[in-house]
């Protein structure tokens, strides 16, 4: 069984996150909003802060801010390039496919940041996120066009991992 201690920082953390999402959500600026909004944060980071493992906070600093914003643009690229890759599929049925798993290996070592690049593969069509074993990805591929391990990662990975790498190592 796992004990895991309170930590200041981290429950600093999870209460600053569910704060602005409080607020994100009301965009009240009324006194009872303000101060309902604190006393829930409180209790949902005093509840939470020990079953959270996966995420150590980072210090986000501007040049993270610039990094944050530059994924949003990659994400959205891949996104757009995807669904008129997998929309043409679909229109187009006599367009070949080789469906297959792949997998590379991740350069990342932090474990929030190996969530962030699977969930982003797998919201970009044409791919899925089947496992991720260590450092290892697996991913359906609905074109296999490689099974070489770098080139697979240049394909899927790359574009997200360079600025996630900058952001979580």
């Given at each position: 069984?796992?004990?895991?201690?309170?930590?200041?920082?981290?429950?600093s953390?999870?209460?600053i996150?569910?704060l602005?999402?409080?607020?994100?959500?009301?965009?009240?600026?009324?006194?009872?909003?303000?101060?309902?909004?604190?006393?829930?944060?409180?209790?949902?980071?005093?509840?939470?802060?020990?079953?959270f493992?996966?995420?150590?906070?980072?210090?986000?600093?501007?040049?993270?801010?610039?990094?944050?914003?530059?994924?949003f643009?990659?994400?959205?690229?891949?996104?757009?390039?995807?669904?008129f890759?997998v929309?043409?599929?679909?229109i187009?049925?006599?367009?070949?496919?080789?469906?297959?798993?792949?997998?590379?290996?991740?350069?990342?070592?932090?474990?929030?940041?190996?969530?962030?690049?699977a969930?982003?593969?797998?919201?970009?069509p044409?791919?899925?996120?089947?496992?991720v074993?260590?450092?290892?990805?697996?991913?359906?591929?609905?074109d296999?066009?490689?099974?070489?391990p770098?080139?697979?990662?240049?394909?899927i990975a790359?574009?997200?991992?360079?600025?996630?790498l900058?952001?979580?190592?």
């Amino acid at each position: 069984m796992h004990t895991h201690k309170f930590s200041l920082k981290k429950f600093s953390y999870t209460f600053i996150i569910v704060l602005l999402i409080w607020y994100g959500f009301t965009t009240s600026i009324q006194p009872a909003e303000i101060i309902t909004g604190i006393i829930i944060s409180l209790l949902i980071a005093l509840i939470s802060v020990k079953n959270f493992n996966c995420c150590d906070p980072i210090l986000i600093t501007p040049s993270h801010i610039l990094y944050f914003i530059q994924y949003f643009f990659v994400f959205i690229g891949a996104l757009i390039k995807a669904n008129f890759d997998v929309a043409r599929r679909v229109i187009s049925p006599n367009l070949p496919i080789n469906p297959g798993i792949v997998t590379f290996e991740t350069k990342l070592t932090n474990d929030f940041a190996k969530m962030v690049l699977a969930n982003s593969i797998t919201l970009t069509p044409g791919t899925l996120m089947v496992d991720v074993i260590k450092n290892n990805f697996y991913v359906h591929w609905i074109d296999v066009t490689t099974e070489d391990p770098k080139e697979v990662y240049k394909e899927i990975a790359a574009p997200f991992e360079n600025i996630l790498l900058k952001i979580y190592n």
